[in-house]
C-alpha cells in the first residue's frame, strides 16, 4: 500500500491559496511550514520534485512511512499521508481510536456517522498491485479547509476467498486502516478533481483535539437515499447463461442447485449480468443468491434467514445497487439497507431505520425504497 497517490501526483498543477490549519500528523501540521519537518529528526528517505512542490517520504518508528508534500515557494505543507508498515508497534494512527491493521471500515463509518465522501475521479474502490481491494473514504474536517481521508485494504487472499467460496461478507468488515490522509481542500481537488459525492447522513468530523470527539457541529442532513443511476454497470450480458458448477469451492451451494438453475433460466435482472435467486427457509424467513450468467458463478447475499426477517428487495438490471427491506425480532425494529455489488463483493453504503417490526410487512415500495 506504499506511496499510494505516486501515479496521480505526477500530473499536478497546484493552487497554493489556503489558509494554515492544524490537523498533525506525526507532529507535522497541514498548513504549517515545512521546517517542521525538522521534528521528525531523521532525514527524508525519498524526494521528489513536482510541479511546484516537493514530496518527501520520511520512515517512522513502529515501521510507519510519512509522506509530506510542501510548496517550495513558501515552504506550506499541503498534504500528509501514513501509511501502515505492518508492524504491531506502529498500529495507532494519528486519528485517536483508529489502528493500523485493526480498525475496520464497519468501524469508521460507525464512528464517523457516515460513508463520507467520494472523489467522481478517483474510484472509490481501487484494485491493489497484489491482487486485493483499497477503498477511500473521505470527511471535510470542520472549521478548516482540509480534507481527511482513511484509506481501508482487503488482502488478495481475503479477496480470492471472496470470490472463490461465493461468501457474503460486508466489505466494510474485512477491510482495515491501511493508510490516512489529510490535505488542503484545495489541493485534494486538483489531484482527485473536484467533482464530489456526498453518502447518505454525511456530516464533517472534528479532528482529535479540535472539537468534541468527531461529533458533528452542524445537525445531520435529512437523508438522501443512494440511486440506482449512481451505481451503473459497464454493459449488461447478452449472451447464453452459463451453467454453475457445483464442485471444488462452489460445493456449499450443491443443496440449492435446481433452484439456482431455475432462477438463472430466465437470464440476467441485477447489476447487468446477475440472476437473482431467493428461496423460503419458514414462515417469513428467505435466503438470496446471486448468479452470474455470465460465468456461471453464485454468490450469497450478506442478508437473510432468521435474523432478517420479512425480507423484500429491489434492483434493477442496469445498476450494481441492491436495496434490502428486512426486521429483526432482537430489536423490533425494521430496517432499509442499500448495498454495492461490485467485483463479486458487497459493500453496505447506507442503513436507515424505517419503524417498528410491523413496518416490514408493508411492500419495499411504500416505504420509500
Not at 103 to 123: D, Q, V, Y
Not at 174 to 187: S, T
Not at 235 to 254: C, E, I, M, Q, W
Not at 307 to 325: C, E, F, G, I, P
Request: hydrophobic share 35%.
Amino acid at each position: 500500500m506504499k506511496h499510494l497517490f505516486a501515479a496521480a501526483l505526477s500530473a499536478l498543477v497546484i493552487s497554493t491559496a489556503s489558509t494554515a490549519f492544524a490537523q498533525s500528523m506525526s507532529g507535522v501540521s497541514v498548513g504549517g511550514d515545512r521546517q517542521q519537518l525538522d521534528s521528525i529528526g531523521s532525514r527524508p528517505v525519498a524526494t521528489q520534485a513536482m510541479g511546484p512542490h516537493t514530496i518527501e517520504k520520511y520512515k517512522l518508528s513502529g515501521g510507519n512511512e510519512l509522506s509530506v508534500t510542501y510548496h517550495r515557494a513558501s515552504g506550506k505543507i499541503v498534504y500528509l499521508e501514513t501509511d501502515w508498515g505492518g508492524e504491531t508497534a506502529g498500529a495507532f494512527s494519528d486519528f485517536e481510536g483508529f489502528k493500523f491493521g485493526k480498525t475496520t471500515l464497519s468501524e469508521i463509518r460507525t464512528r464517523l456517522r457516515s460513508n463520507g465522501i467520494s472523489f467522481k475521479a478517483r474510484p472509490p474502490v481501487t484494485p491493489t498491485p497484489d491482487g486485493g481491494l483499497a477503498l477511500f473514504n473521505s470527511f471535510e474536517i470542520n472549521g478548516s479547509g482540509t480534507i481527511a481521508t482513511f484509506v481501508t485494504s482487503v488482502s488478495a487472499v481475503t479477496v480470492t476467498s471472496i470470490k472463490e467460496k461465493g461468501l457474503n461478507p460486508n466489505i466494510g468488515d474485512v477491510a482495515k486502516l491501511q493508510a490516512v490522509i489529510v490535505g488542503e481542500r484545495d489541493y485534494l481537488e486538483t489531484i482527485w478533481g473536484s467533482d464530489k459525492t456526498k453518502s447518505p447522513n454525511y456530516s464533517a468530523i472534528d479532528w482529535p483535539g479540535n472539537g468534541s470527539d468527531q461529533a458533528p457541529k452542524s445537525p445531520q442532513a435529512a437523508f438522501t437515499k443512494p440511486e440506482a443511476a449512481d451505481f451503473p454497470v459497464e454493459r449488461v450480458y447478452r449472451g447464453l447463461t452459463v451453467k454453475p458448477d457445483f464442485s471444488g469451492s462452489n460445493a456449499h451451494f450443491r443443496d440449492f442447485r435446481t433452484r439456482i438453475r431455475e432462477g438463472m433460466a430466465g437470464g440476467p435482472g441485477f447489476a447487468g449480468e446477475f440472476s437473482v435467486i431467493r428461496f423460503g427457509c419458514g414462515t417469513g424467513c428467505s435466503a438470496v443468491i446471486v448468479a452470474s450468467n455470465k460465468t456461471g458463478q453464485p454468490y450469497s447475499f450478506p442478508r437473510g434467514g432468521e435474523d432478517n426477517m420479512y425480507l423484500t428487495l429491489k434492483y434493477q438490471l442496469d445498476s450494481r445497487l441492491m436495496v434490502a427491506q428486512w426486521g429483526s425480532y432482537d430489536s423490533g425494529e425494521c430496517f432499509m439497507e442499500y448495498f454495492d455489488f461490485a467485483n463479486g463483493i458487497w459493500s453496505e453504503i447506507a442503513k436507515r431505520e424505517i419503524g417498528p417490526l410491523d413496518a416490514c410487512y408493508k411492500d419495499i415500495e411504500e416505504n420509500g425504497p
